[in-house]
C-alpha cells in the first residue's frame, strides 16, 4: 500500500483552517512567533482532534512584521530557546484540545536557514526535545537529527518552485510560486514517490480548493492519505 501524508501550514489567521483540516492528514500549527496567538492556536488544536488530524509545531524566528520570511542572524542558545517556548506554548493547547504535539517544522526563512546552516539545524533540534522532524531531503537539520536517532520524515512542496540543487525557489524570485491547480496536482502526484508528505501553503491563493484537487489526485491514483505514524 502507498502510503502519503498531506500537511498544510495553520493557523496563521490567512485561510479556512476547518475547512482544510477536512483534507489534509496533518497540521503545522503557526505558534505565535510568526503568525498565531492563543486562541487561534486552541482552536486549531481541537479541531485537528476532532478530525484527528496530527499536529505539529511550526517554530519559526521571532518576527511578524515579516511573517517569519526574514532571514535573521540570532544566537544559537537563544533560537534555541525560542524553539523551547514555541512548543512549550503549542504543547500546552494540545493538551488542552486533547491532542499532543507530535512533530517540529520550521517555518519561512528558518526553514530555508537550516537546510544548510549546521548552527541554527542544531539550535532547533536542541529547542524541540526528542520530537520528529519534518523538512527537506537532503537538508543539514534532517541529516543532523536522524544521527541523533530522531525520526525525520521528508517534504515536498507542490505549489513551490525548486532550483536545480532540490532547493526551494526563493519568494522573491520568479517561479517560486505555482498557482495553477493542474501544475499543483501533478506536481503532488509527481514528488508523492520521493517524499513522506507533501506540504500545500495555507496562505496560498485557492489553498482549499487546491488541497482538495491534490488529495482527489492521489487517491485516484492509488496512494492512501494518512498521518505519519508517531507512537
Not at 115 to 132: H, I, W
Not at 165 to 170: A, H, I, K, M, T
Not at 177 to 205: F, N, W, Y
Amino acid at each position: 500500500m502507498r502510503t502519503i501524508d498531506l500537511n498544510a501550514d495553520l493557523g496563521e489567521e490567512i485561510t479556512d483552517d476547518d475547512a482544510l483540516l477536512a483534507v489534509v492528514t496533518s497540521a503545522n500549527v503557526a505558534c505565535g512567533f510568526h503568525a498565531g496567538n492563543d486562541g487561534v492556536m486552541r482552536s486549531v488544536c481541537e479541531g485537528a482532534a476532532a478530525y484527528g488530524v496530527v499536529v505539529g509545531a511550526q517554530v519559526s524566528y521571532r518576527d511578524r512584521e515579516h511573517f517569519g520570511r526574514r532571514r535573521l542572524d540570532i544566537d544559537a542558545g537563544l533560537l534555541a530557546e525560542q524553539v523551547a517556548e514555541q512548543v512549550d506554548t503549542l504543547r500546552r493547547h494540545a493538551a488542552a484540545a486533547g491532542t499532543r504535539v507530535a512533530y517540529v517544522k520550521p517555518h519561512g526563512a528558518l526553514y530555508n536557514r537550516v537546510v544548510e546552516d549546521a548552527e541554527q539545524a542544531a539550535a532547533v533540534l536542541a529547542g524541540s526535545g526528542d520530537l520528529p522532524v519534518l523538512g527537506l531531503p537532503g537538508g543539514v537539520l534532517l541529516d543532523q537529527a536522524a544521527a541523533a536517532g530522531r525520526r525525520t520524515w521528508r517534504e515536498g512542496f507542490p505549489d513551490r518552485g525548486y532550483t536545480s540543487e532540490g532547493r526551494l525557489v526563493p519568494r522573491d524570485l520568479p517561479g517560486a510560486l505555482v498557482t495553477i491547480e493542474p501544475e499543483i496536482v501533478a506536481g503532488a502526484l509527481r514528488l508523492a514517490r520521493e517524499v513522506d508528505s507533501l506540504c500545500l501553503h495555507g496562505d496560498s491563493p485557492g489553498a482549499v480548493d487546491h488541497a482538495r484537487a491534490v488529495r482527489r489526485a492521489l487517491e485516484q491514483s492509488g496512494w492512501t492519505l494518512a498521518a505519519f505514524e508517531v507512537g
